[in-house]
């Protein structure tokens, strides 16, 4: 059955870095674009950051460009969302999804504070 799991998140300092993971297992990886979302308490979930199959082009929320980077390695089914320059805001809990795929992993918490 179709699997994710996210990893990487933790606590960080505003201005810091992170590197999240999303391991995918069930599925064809490499025939799917994926996409990272976060949703913070009270909040909707929203997109973050999308790719296609083959790495290329990649799309991002007005609120993380310039700041994170969505990467995949086809070869060990993961898809990465490099995070840099975090903000207070950035606090939420990270998921993956794979298109056109209902499902959702657990998801990884990230809370940027001093």
């Known amino acids: 059955q179709v699997q994710l799991v996210e990893s990487g998140g933790g606590l960080v300092q505003p201005g810091g870095s992170l590197r999240l993971s999303c391991t995918a297992s069930g599925f064809t990886f490499s025939n799917y674009g994926m996409s990272w979302y976060r949703q913070a308490p009270g909040k909707e979930r929203e997109l973050v950051a999308r790719i296609t199959t083959g790495g290329s082009p990649t799309n991002y929320a007005d609120s993380v460009k310039g700041r994170f980077t969505i990467s995949r390695d086809n070869a060990e089914n993961t898809v990465y969302l490099q995070m840099n320059s975090l903000k207070p805001d950035d606090t939420a809990v990270y998921l993956c999804?794979?298109?056109?795929?209902?499902?959702w992993g657990q998801g990884t918490q990230v809370t940027v504070s001093s």
């Open positions: 999804k794979a298109q056109y795929i209902n499902k």
